[in-house]
């Protein structure tokens, strides 16, 4: 048991990766934390699995754009468990619009969540990791925070922002024992690639398919684990060689 009495927040785990990476590290053992936006049937049904896995686990829906609602949600976990070992910044939202065309508000709305979220939900993680003399902080990236595509102007730059972060981190929080990582997916089935997407990406990426949750829930418990203690202010691309080049999945050129 790799997690055994560790506390976990996973936020975005009603869901695709967040929900997978919940079970895993419930199976092995840890308090989870599931969250999702709000309450919702998904949110239940990925709370009661966890909950038969490890049964002291929580369930706490939070907006993550509305930082006083960030805080009271750490309030909460800092009051149930006394401590968060692990913190996992998973949480998305995502769409598109030419940059011509791209609102202020989504711009504002794709940072809240993507990036501020991430920030003042680590800064207050990381300060009960400090009393507690260690933890680990894994943001999830995606493969557009260094390879953008059209209508991407503000998803990409927010994940872009977020690798920084971790960097940023990771370097200051190293002295305090605290780890910070990041995984950056290719395209993964989940609610955010549909179907027909997926279908397009059987053409670009060199592995012929596209990845499954289970497959970045894997890398995300290895940074979190004791194995990975060494590891930080690093990134680790899951993508199936997406992004090995341009020419990756074009054997003719
Ligand atoms: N799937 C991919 O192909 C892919 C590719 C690259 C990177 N990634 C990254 O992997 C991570 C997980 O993606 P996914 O595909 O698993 O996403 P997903 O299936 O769309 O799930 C998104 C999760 O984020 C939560 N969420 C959305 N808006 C929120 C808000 N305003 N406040 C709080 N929680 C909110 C959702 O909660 P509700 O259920 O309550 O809405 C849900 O749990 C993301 O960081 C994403 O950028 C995914």
């Known amino acids: 048991m790799r997690f055994a009495e560790k506390v976990v927040l996973v936020t975005g785990s009603s869901r695709g990766i967040g929900r997978e990476t919940a079970f895993r590290f419930a199976s092995e053992g840890a308090h ?4 999702g936006h709000a309450e919702s049937e998904k949110l239940e049904q990925a709370f009661n699995q966890v909950k038969q896995l490890s049964p002291n686990s929580l369930k706490l829906p939070c907006e993550l ?3 006083d609602a960030i805080r009271e949600m750490f309030r909460i976990i800092e009051a149930h468990f006394g ?7 998973n949480a998305v939202v995502q769409n ?18 993507n990036l501020k979220a991430p920030f003042i939900s680590s800064q207050l993680a990381a300060k009960m990791m400090v009393k507690q003399g260690g933890g680990k902080i894994i943001n ?6 260094f390879q953008t595509k059209r209508n991407f102007a503000h998803y990409s730059t927010s994940k872009g922002g977020l690798l920084m972060l971790t960097k ?12 910070v990582n990041h995984v950056t997916p290719g395209a993964i089935a989940t609610d955010l690639t549909d179907p027909a997407r997926q279908q397009q990406f059987l053409t670009a990426v060199p592995a012929a398919r596209v990845g499954q949750p289970p497959e970045i829930a894997a890398m995300i418990c290895f940074l979190a684990s004791d194995e990975a203690n ?3 202010g690093a990134s680790f691309v899951v993508d199936g060689g997406l992004t090995l080049g341009f020419c990756a999945s074009r054997p003719d050129l």
């Open 230 to 232: 060494y590891i930080t």
């Open 96 to 113: 598109g619009y030419p940059f011509l065309e791209l609102p202020e508000k989504e711009w504002d709305r794709i940072f809240a969540v």
């Open 65 to 67: 754009g509305d930082a």
């Open 32 to 35: 989870v934390i599931v969250h």
């Open 83 to 89: 401590r968060l070992d692990i913190l996992v910044n």
């Open 168 to 179: 940023n981190m990771a370097l200051e929080l190293a002295q305090y024992n605290i780890q």
């Open 140 to 145: 999830i990236g995606s493969v557009h925070e």
